[in-house]
């Protein structure tokens, strides 16, 4: 029997919260789909329900592949007790169970009849099938290509950090060759060669792969077809020809959207026109013909009827338009220019025998005024300090860092400082203008809804609080922008927006981010931070057609 996955007609909630509201989708066997939406929108809830984690509120889920289902958590959930070798034999336990079944068979076949002999035979198909012999040897090929060829198999899983336990558990999955693999970001904590590795190894998979990622460059190498977890209209759409064809389809429908807009605009001025001029303009003081009062006043009544019906229906369809607006298409994204005679000159920040700890040594680093500096390095290397340091949040305990202009700071973590503040409180807070303007530059963004604007910001996802963060980023002029993984957090279509910008953006940029093609599309000085010392890099160039 082929691979089946299916939902049909299925609605899930969490508490009073509905996520997926009578939604249907099916996978082709051999398919590779990427899973893309906003944070919360459901994502891991979809392949929790594939997986028969979890089960739905109402319709039908239909997982069913001989070969094996494989499910990659986004946060690992493997014991602390329990080595390395025991979390490659649990994942490997169904692969395990097969090869003891054939060695008891084996012994056997000698005096057994000819159903014994084929129950060994079909058992032997589908042990082959998966690769069985060798699993072991996947199990090697997957630590390395991972970076873990050096963990003992003796270790305690409690000793991995965070990013050894991820790439383990997908090195388990891969090596254990389900016929349908489930990831939850499976890119996180990968290195460029990992992640290489990994995107050939999903590409040579014969069986069916649902990926949830928001690593552009994984999902177009990787994926078929791509599904959106749509939060607004709770439901999934399905996108062919992969994620170009994604990103073809979403700008096809912004030029719909803006069509649409501009249809609604032409129609509700033209029937706002005939429902105010139509009356006056027919009829009114017209000379009677041959004094015959009679026929005159027949004809003006049978124009007057006819003039106050086309009135009536001109306002009856302005009403009905006017009650369903299609909204105006959010203008894309730009950065504000620090207002007068142009952005400052000159060095904008400058370090001088910067210490912070054992964190961060900094012998000398600038950054003057239109320059754009990409910060790269390892996790816990010391480039969110460089950045804290360049934006006066972390003072350094040697050496002196100056400053000019106007900075602004995008934060990797957004901190939640008033957590009953209302989120149109917390975005107008420094702002000038009057509420209302401050309101209508926050819906101008996109960013987010009317419905929005008065949610407790402590009641904001990780994904709505860096939006509010680039709400108030992109509404205060400045000099020089410090943006530590502006992309964390964000939807695929949001971040290419907020790369538009940033390649319009003329004043200096000082960026962190393992975002592989933002960085791809970047131009200018590169600086890594290398066992906690800034190491000077060249210029470069970007490797897209479009640079930031």
């Not at 000379?287 to 019906?309: E, F, H, I, L, T």
């Amino acid at each position: 029997m082929p691979t089946q996955l299916s939902l049909n007609d299925v609605s899930v909630s969490r508490g009073d919260r509905l996520l997926l509201d009578g939604v249907s989708l099916s996978v082709r066997p051999g398919e590779r789909i990427g899973i893309v939406g906003e944070n919360g929108a459901g994502k891991s809830t979809l392949l929790k329900l594939l997986a028969g984690m979890e089960l739905p509120d109402d319709g039908r889920v239909v997982a069913v592949a001989h070969g094996g289902i494989g499910y990659l958590r986004q946060t690992p959930g493997l014991s602390p007790d329990h080595t390395v070798a025991d979390a490659i034999d649990a994942a490997l336990a169904e692969l395990r169970a097969m090869e003891q079944r054939l060695r008891t068979l084996e012994a056997g076949l000698g005096a057994s009849g000819p159903e014994a002999l084929a129950a060994y035979g079909e058992l032997l198909t589908a042990y082959e099938a998966r690769g069985g012999y060798e699993a072991d040897a996947r199990v090697d090929k997957a630590l390395h290509g991972l970076g873990l060829a050096h963990m003992a198999r003796d270790r305690p899983l409690g000793g991995l950090s965070g990013g050894e336990q991820a790439r383990l558990g997908l090195a388990c999955l891969v090596a254990a060759a389900p016929e349908v693999m489930l990831l939850d970001e499976p890119t996180n904590h990968l290195d460029g060669a990992a992640l290489h590795w990994l995107e050939e190894t999903l590409r040579a998979h014969p069986g069916t792969v649902l990926a949830v990622s928001h690593d552009r460059l994984f999902l177009r190498r990787v994926a078929t077809a791509v599904v959106e977890v749509d939060a607004d209209r709770r439901t999934l759409v399905r996108y062919g020809g992969g994620y170009e064809g994604f990103v073809a389809e979403r700008a096809a429908a912004r030029r719909r959207w803006e069509q649409a807009y501009e249809r609604w605009c032409a129609e509700t001025e033209a029937l706002a026109e005939t429902a105010s001029t139509t009356a006056r303009s027919v009829a009114q003081g017209r000379p009677m013909k041959d004094g015959n009062k009679m026929a005159y006043d027949r004809d003006k009544g049978r124009v007057q009827s006819s003039v106050s019906s086309r009135v009536r229906n001109a306002r009856e369809r302005l009403r009905r338009l006017q009650e369903e607006p299609v909204p105006r298409p959010p203008e894309p994204l730009r950065f504000a220019a620090r207002p007068g005679t142009g952005t400052a000159a000159g060095t904008l920040v400058s370090l001088e025998n910067v210490r912070v700890g054992e964190r961060l040594a900094v012998d000398a680093l600038s950054v003057r005024a239109g320059e754009r500096l990409l910060v790269h390095g390892a996790n816990g290397a010391g480039k969110s300090t460089l950045l804290r340091l360049m934006a006066g949040v972390t003072t350094p305990d040697e050496g002196i860092v100056s400053r000019r202009g106007r900075i602004g700071y995008l934060a990797q973590e957004i901190p939640v400082n008033r957590p009953a503040e209302r989120l149109l409180d917390a975005f107008r807070r420094g702002l000038p203008g009057t509420p209302e303007e401050q309101r209508a530059l926050l819906l101008s963004y996109g960013l987010f809804r009317e419905r929005d604007l008065h949610v407790p910001v402590g009641s904001l996802s990780a994904g709505q609080r860096r939006r509010l963060g680039l709400a108030r980023l992109l509404a205060r002029p400045a000099d020089l922008l410090l943006l530590d993984e502006p992309a964390n957090h964000l939807a695929l279509g949001l971040v290419e927006q907020l790369e538009d910008a940033l390649a319009a953006w003329a004043g200096a940029l000082v960026i962190v981010s393992h975002d592989r093609a933002l960085r791809g599309r970047f131009t200018g000085r590169q600086c890594e931070i290398r066992a906690g010392r800034a190491v000077a890099g060249q210029e470069y160039e970007a490797a897209g057609t479009r640079s930031i």
